[in-house]
């Protein structure tokens, strides 16, 4: 199936290969970086080069190219999710996903990937049953393993796998029992000129941290059930039930997973939390322009607005900017083109405005298109579809656990044209 | 750490790894290995440290166990002889009471790649699928499938298939699916494991303890079995239904694969699968990877081809954003252009004008030409936008504007008065030979209609001595003799020097003989340039009306979920159509003599006076089309239906049999409906056209209407004809309510 892996930092660089079945030389790279080469920006590699003799099946993810060679028909969603599995399974091992980790861990890497893999087929993907063959590094048991010696390798195999819920081991103990939920909602928008929504939708996942001993069988309420479109569940939850009584019911795997995620996606549910009041203008002589942004709150439900951060993906011949921020601090990346402004927390009382001057490359003609707006938030406690848990229960066991559910709402693909 | 040649860090390390005080202290021994394998990954030779590492390899810690063996599978096919000390090792491995240990000697003993392995782990093979850790088990059965690859010719080993047949009820999950794709790699020259009936119920039971992956891949090796009967066939597809939502895409086009092909007799049921499907089939095209969401378009696309109508509410999804790779905004463009109907046509053409002005090039005229293709529906909203588009003055833009003007002018005449408009004063921006052909092409079909065309076409033979291109001039040619016809006064002393110059001057063979030939032909007479030059002015079938007709999910089926799919190299915009246009002016030449011959045979049977209706000569799509647009409606009538009475095919089959022949008619779902009918009768010929509009004020908003036009005038004819087409609509609809 999947035959080799290549990993690729952006300045062409093969910095990891790893082989499950015969090694493929270096040189069916050359397909693509060619295909790199022609797309210019890294993002815009098409995800499927076709060589050959082979496939080339590539995602980008945190600035390095994973790219799987591939000998046999296989279907393309498998290769693209498992690349990502891979690429989530280091980030969960050594919280980010960079070049520079990967290099340091490079035989956790390689031990991962051969657990992962054997002879091109997936293995082991669940993150528990990986963590019990490989123990993650931490930085008290990298030390102890200095002084002792001892080893990030499990010494028993993971049991779960042969119990009746394949996802959960079992003799699971624990001295705290407790199961957090967060509902994680991502705002994709699209806003016009004027204000008016041109698209809007929501992402939510459900993420949970189950840590109870034994095998209890919860049951997760909503207030508001209705509202979830397309939802989709871990394989644990009983569908049949969310089917007739709206409940999520099931046997929780052990550890960190995603419960389910939804789509809201009825434009009239899509509260968008803050509004923008942009002018960009360039002018026809003179080589210069002007920008005056404005944020200020919309609906937010009376939640404070967050990390909110404004990019701008500036024209080409825009050189530099002459400009004052109320609040946050604003930078102009001369080689990308980009303007960032951070501003932080929402100033209900005085909204933060970014006003001043943009000098153009002199003798250039006036640039076609404005550029647009991106922007991230964040706004805690608060999940924007209204989705609400109203109870957990739990079956099957003795003792009372620990609950909790956290809401928070992040800005996913959300643009505002200008 | 100061910086060593490779030689030099190679002896430093074998020093180390030979050092009887470092071999004792188990911690600084292990990192040297580590720092071997460091090494290793950096692309540096170490294979001449292979002896002291197999020595390191007897050790009871596990991760020195793992780094050594990963350091002799990367070695072992350059050192045979050495590696083959290491067996033995490994060997014992085999036998330890950690089931962990006994895996992982197994796993890497059988990725060893080199010849003569294969008498060495046959054995610890067999013994492994007997092991009772389901982990050895795991390893052992995927080990049968490295041994046979190691010696390709070797005969199959009949003994070894036996087994994993067996293993397919191994308790543990993993080892199944393991064996199916062991046994598809060993029976790979005999076509793969063979799916029977209890192998498949099997699977399928079991389907719900597979992770995510294997459930993918059983789906895929399901696709070989073909249910015996009805019963078994839903009893399968029940068993799926909910692997449809299932969370991961990869789950859930593998079922909707295997949906769409076993119910490939039962269209029903395979419209309900993507109708149950296109939720998540549109998360993933809304999914946080690109990647993903790219397979996601490129699968969409393909619904699209059979059910165009019901993904149009959700055209917003399609809508791209800025920072999107441009691979998704082409996808997503062309996804845009066959949602279009009309409640969305403003907003979707709104939307893609947006793109015109993007920064890359391809994309904006990709967009533009996404604009054109819309255009052939709705020919005037486009037209503004695309006449607006030239007043920017960008050389990419006014280039893809032409030639999207010039496939339009092509597809639907109705355009030709605005784009003729538009199309002057644009040649000073055009730069390309691509924009200069099709901006040509327009001043030769159409220069009667442009005031300026003599001048432009001066301006390009002025300077023929810097046109580099050659197709360029072809089409210079052309359009002067063609231009030269419409206008003889103004052009003629310029085609004489063009045709000089070409004769004369020109260096390129196929310009030069095409500039003899014009000028031989020209010397035959007028009347015999024309015929030879002055083709048809649009394509002879009426796309507008037809639009792409939906094709069976058959067609695609056996495609969906492949690599096929997303297309190998690279996304092409979709320019086919331009390659096909530059042909049109060549190839329809020879048309027109065609379509007089058809014109002569149909007027015999128009003469008959032939009581009541009649089939009488076909009439040709550009014959239906000409007569319509000179005659005026001579009658007009709500026939009070709701709405088209069945589906479009039946409806043609009816009218058939009363003879009325049926031209063209849209799509079932579209909003408004239309047909055009034509008949002859009492020595008339009756064009008519049904159109179902439900924007069209007035109380009996949504009932069908009735345009009709004639030729010669006949009153007694139409009546007869509008209660023939009453009796066949009322039918229909008592059929339907029944």
Known sequence: MIHSLFLINSAADIFLEKHWKSVISRSVCDYFFEAQEKAGEPNNVPPVIRTPHHYLINIYRDKIFFVSVIQTEVPPLFVIEFLHRVAETLQDYFGECSESVIKDNVVIVYELLEEMLDNGFPLATESNILKELIKPPTILRSMVNTITGSSNVGETLPTGQLSTVPWRRAGVKYTNNEAYFDVIEEIDAIIDKSGATVCAEIQGVIDACVKLTGMPDLTLTFMNPRLLDDVSFHPCVRFKRWESERVLSFIPPDGNFRLMSYHVSAQNLVAIPIYVKQNISFFESGSSGRLDITVGPKQTMGKPVEGLVVSIHMPKVVLSVNLTATQGTQKYDTTTKVLVWDIGKLNQQKLPNLKGSLSLQSGSPKPEENPSLDIDLKIQQLAISGVKVSRLDMHGEKYKPFKGVKYITKAGKFQVRT | ?738
């Open chain 2, 1 to 738: 750490m100061p910086y060593l040649s490779s030689e030099e860090t190679v002896k430093e390390l074998k020093r180390a790894l030979s050092n009887p005080n470092i071999q004792s202290d188990r911690l600084r021994y292990r990192n040297y290995i580590l720092r071997v394998i460091r090494s290793m990954t950096q692309g540096l030779d170490v294979s001449p440290l292979f002896m002291d590492m197999v020595k390191a390899s007897a050790t009871v810690d596990i991760v020195q166990k793992k780094l050594v063996y990963l350091y002799m599978c990367t070695y072992a096919s350059l050192k045979p002889d050495l590696a083959l000390l290491a067996i033995n090792t490994l060997r014992k491995d085999c036998a330890d009471p950690n089931p962990m240990v006994r895996g992982l000697a197994l796993r890497n003993m059988c990725n060893f790649r080199m010849p003569g392995m294969t008498e060495y782990i046959h054995q610890p093979i067999l013994t492994g699928l007997k092991d009772k850790a389901s982990y050895v088990r795991r390893v052992a059965v995927l080990g049968c499938a490295k041994m046979q690859s190691l010696q390709p010719n070797a005969e199959i080993d009949a003994t070894i298939v036996n087994e994993l047949y067996g293993l397919l009820r191994d308790p543990d999950p993993v080892v199944m699916v393991n064996c199916l794709r062991a046994l598809e790699e060993i029976l790979k020259h005999e076509g793969g494991v063979v799916i029977n009936k209890p192998i498949a119920h099997h699977l399928l039971n079991r389907l719900k303890e597979l992770d995510s992956w294997a459930q993918g891949e059983v789906l895929t090796f399901l696709l070989r079995y073909k249910p015996r009967g009805e019963d078994e066939l839903f009893d399968i597809l029940s068993l799926l239904d909910g692997l449809l939502h299932s969370s991961h895409a990869t789950v859930m086009a593998a079922t909707l694969r295997l949906f769409l092909q076993l119910a490939a007799a039962h269209p029903a049921v395979q419209a309900d699968a993507l109708e149950q499907a296109r939720g998540p089939l549109l998360a993933t095209c809304g999914s946080q990877s690109r990647e993903l969401r790219f397979a996601g378009l490129c699968h969409v696309q393909q619904v699209l081809r059979s059910q165009p109508a019901q993904l149009g509410v959700h055209y917003k999804r399609f809508f791209c954003g800025y920072s999107e790779p441009a691979y998704i905004k082409f996808r997503k463009m062309e996804i845009l252009v066959e949602l279009v109907n009309d409640e969305n046509v403003g907003l979707v053409l709104e939307e893609l004008r947006g793109y015109c002005t993007d920064v890359s090039p391809e994309l904006a005229q990709a967009a533009i030409a996404a604009i054109g293709r819309i255009g052939r529906t709705y020919s005037e909203k486009c037209l503004d936008i695309l006449t607006g588009l030239l007043g920017l003055k960008q050389e990419h833009i006014t280039s893809a504007v032409v030639q999207t003007f010039r496939d339009l002018v092509w597809l639907c005449p109705q355009s030709t008065a605005a784009v003729c408009q538009a199309v002057e004063g644009c040649e000073e921006s055009l730069q390309d030979s691509e924009g200069k052909q099709a901006l040509l092409w327009l001043l030769g079909m159409h220069g009667g209609q442009i005031t300026n065309a003599p001048y432009v076409l001066e301006s390009h033979i002025d300077g023929l001595k810097t046109e580099m291109s050659s197709v360029v001039k072809l089409e210079l040619l052309t359009a002067a003799v063609r231009l030269f016809l419409l206008r003889p006064a103004e052009t003629q002393d310029m085609l004489g020097r063009l045709l000089h110059y070409c004769i004369e001057e020109e260096s390129d063979m196929n310009v030069h003989d095409r500039a003899l030939f014009c000028y031989r032909l020209l010397e035959c007479g007028l009347e015999e340039t024309r015929r030879v030059f002055q083709g048809p002015k649009s394509d002879p079938c009426m796309g507008v009306l037809t639009g792409c007709p939906t094709e069976p999910v058959n067609s695609w089926a056996s495609k969906f979920n492949t690599l096929g799919l997303l297309g190998g190299n690279d996304v092409v915009p979709a320019s086919s159509d331009t390659a096909a246009s530059d042909q049109r002016g060549h190839s329809s030449q020879g048309d027109a003599l065609a379509e007089a011959v058809d014109e002569q045979l149909s007027i015999p049977e128009e003469g008959q006076q032939s009581p009541g209706l009649s089939l009488g000569a076909l009439l040709s799509h550009e014959a239906f089309e000409r007569h319509w647009l000179e005659l005026c409606v001579t009658h007009r009538e709500a026939l009070g239906f709701q709405g088209p009475p069945s589906a479009s095919e039946t409806l043609q089959a009816a009218l058939q049999l009363v003879k009325i022949q049926t031209l063209a008619f849209s799509r079932e779902s579209t909003k408004p409906w239309k047909a055009y009918l034509y008949t002859h009768g009492s020595g008339t010929l009756i064009l008519a056209e049904l159109l179902q509009d439900e924007s069209e004020a007035g109380n009996n908003s949504t009932s069908l209407v009735v345009s009709l036009k004639q030729l010669p005038e006949n009153k007694m004819a139409i009546q007869e004809f509008v209660s023939v087409l009453r009796t066949v609509l009322h039918t229909l609809t008592k059929d339907r309510s029944c």
